[in-house]
């Protein structure tokens, strides 16, 4: 991702609206570099809704040959976690972003913030207030009241005192608050003096017990922003209210530099939860097997289930960056999987659920081998021979004892192509005592096999195994996480739990394979043909994750 990229001012066919913004703050030399920065909270792993904001924040860095810092947001004491520092940390260079040597901790500019506190209670631009916690809401004021705020005229001298005691640990929690002095007034509730600091006696994860006076995100934000040179911090929607008092900070603390705030829509996805906060419960309450469950929407998640960083990436550019907010269909991401695995995944063959043929007029002791592309996308990647032997399995759904009309897989007096070899025609089968197949009896017309002949009209293509050479191994068959599309608009007393989908991980053991699968590597990723793509998993033994199934409702690209 380090190459550089020619940029021009004019608007180009890739530009989405903060490249018009960008361009207009180059071209009219508010900046004359670009700058931005990613910051992720350390409290939970990062999702595919954070991808979206990497490529906007990395990728628009690297459009402009300028630079994009990763940033802890540790302000908050109470939720951090020095164990999600460092997967966060992979996870973005695993999707081919970087931040080079500049790697921040929010909590690193607290000093720094509290001066710049102290500057606007000596300019009568803040003070301390002694409203409780309880107190706040009734003297917020609604849309006709202005809020009332009781210690606003308190002298900068006295604010300034009961500040630094705040901060040498005189009072209790919620005794005071530090207030930005700015519009009770307002339309916006987010400059109505808000917070700018409050009293918590919590040990912060790099800080320790140095401070007991923590700022609040609003006024943190916008000061990091400016201490490390971002010329453009972008950030999802919802802070677009808090942009004004964003601006306010930056005009009225004596900062080196003067970051611009721009907003974009968040990601969302039918069928998925794209909150830390829902996805900890899942975990911490073992409904999922961990952050890196494959059916799990973090990085980890994605990267065990068989995601590819370049079918990530393929979605965010398609879903693309827009102001306003929407749901993008999860076909789309899963859409992206196969594109991308359709030119590079070996195919091989597995049969899900076996059932035994009998070819009865095979001989018992031969074997004879047919060739098998490798991945028929390519026409370098060569084939495989696949032993053939009396007895082969084929999937039980290429079987019906009672055919469904228009059924061209194998039925009683029926005739199948078994693939890249011979005709078979089913002659009989056998039960178990429970009614189950236990075999099915076919006769082959050695007459076909490698070449058919023109005259022969056989609808249907089954794979199969030889009962002989096959292996076996564990598949689980993974599906989306919640059955409701729109997880972000839920019925009236509803919990996104009750919408769990009870079938996302469906296990199936003594699936038999291709011998040579025995040997694959975890995270190597395969088309098991006629069925979908897989992934031998990074964490249990002889274990093959689907990734998705073939069946694609998106047009090819
Ligand atoms: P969550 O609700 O998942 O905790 P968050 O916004 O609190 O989300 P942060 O770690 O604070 O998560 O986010 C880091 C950056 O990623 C922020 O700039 C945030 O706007 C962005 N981001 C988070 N979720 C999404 C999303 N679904 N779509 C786009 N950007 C997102
Ligand atoms: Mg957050």
């Not at 001298?157 to 009072?171: I, Q, T, V, Y």
């Not at 916008?222 to 929607?237: K, M, N, R, V, W």
């Amino acid at each position: 991702m380090s190459e550089e990229r020619k940029f021009t001012l004019e608007p180009e066919s890739d530009d989405n609206f903060i490249d018009e913004f960008i361009k207009q703050d180059l071209k009219e030399g508010v900046y004359d570099y670009v700058h931005t920065r990613f910051p992720p909270e350390p409290n939970g792993y990062l999702h595919i809704g954070h991808c979206k904001a990497m490529v906007i924040d990395f990728g628009t860095a690297i459009k402009y040959n300028g630079q994009c810092n990763l940033r802890m947001d540790d302000t908050n004491p109470a939720k951090e976690d020095e164990e999600y520092v460092d997967a966060i940390k992979d996870d973005i260079h695993w999707l081919g972003f970087d931040w080079e040597d500049r790697f921040y901790y929010g909590s690193d500019y607290f000093e720094e913030q509290y001066q710049y506190a102290e500057e606007l209670i000596k300019k009568g631009l803040a003070y301390v207030c002694e409203l409780t916690p309880e107190q706040f809401p009734e003297y917020r004021g609604d849309l006709s009241n202005p809020a009332v705020s009781p210690y606003r005229d308190r002298p900068s001298d006295e604010s300034l005192d009961l500040f630094r005691r705040m901060r040498a640990g005189e009072f209790p929690e919620g005794k005071y608050t530090l207030r930005a002095k700015i519009d009770l007034a307002s339309g916006n509730f987010n400059m109505r003096d808000p917070v700018l600091y409050r009293i918590r006696y919590i040990e912060h994860h790099r800080q320790g017990n140095k401070w007991c006076i923590y700022p609040m995100y609003d006024f943190a934000h916008p000061l990091q922003d400016a201490l490390e040179g971002i010329t453009h911090s972008l950030c999802s929607l919802e802070y677009e209210d808090h942009r004004p008092l964003y601006n306010w900070v930056i005009d009225n603390c004596d900062v080196p530099y003067r970051p611009r705030q721009i907003e974009f829509a968040r990601l969302n996805i039918t069928n998925t939860v794209l909150s830390k906060r829902y996805l900890r419960y899942l975990v911490e309450n073992g409904i999922v097997d961990g952050w890196d469950d494959p059916r799990m929407p973090t990085l980890c998640g994605l990267r065990r289930r068989g995601y590819t960083p370049a079918a990530i990436l393929d979605f965010i550019d398609r879903v693309g960056v827009s102001k306003a907010n929407s749901m993008v269909d999860i076909g789309l991401l899963e859409h992206c999987i196969r594109e991308d695995l359709n030119t590079k995944a070996e195919r091989r063959i597995a049969v899900l659920q076996p059932v035994k043929v009998i070819i009865d007029n095979y001989p018992e002791d031969k074997t004879e081998y047919f060739d098998f592309p490798n991945n028929p996308t390519d026409p370098d990647s060569g084939t495989r021979p696949l032993p053939f032997t009396k007895e082969i399995y084929i999937d039980a759904d290429d079987f019906a004892e009672v055919p469904p009309p228009k059924y061209h897989r194998l039925k009683p007096g029926g005739e199948v192509r078994l693939m890249n070899s011979y005709i078979i025609k089913c002659v009989g089968f056998d039960k178990n005592p429970d009614g189950t197949i236990a075999a099915i009896h076919a006769t082959a017309d050695l007459e076909t096999g490698t070449s058919v002949p023109t005259d022969r009209k056989v609808r249907g293509t089954v794979h199969w195994l030889s009962a002989d050479y096959a292996a076996e191994t564990n598949v689980i068959l993974y599906d989306r996480l919640f059955t409701e599309e729109n997880m972000n608009d839920l019925p009236e007393g509803k919990s996104y739990v009750d919408f769990l989908n009870l079938e996302s991980a469906a296990a199936l053991s003594s699936v038999k394979v291709e011998a040579s699968l025995k040997d694959a590597e975890p995270g190597d990723k395969f088309q098991f043909v006629r069925i979908g793509y897989f992934t031998k998993d990074t964490k249990t033994p002889d274990t093959f994750n689907r990734i998705v199934t073939l069946k694609d409702s998106f047009p090819k690209k």
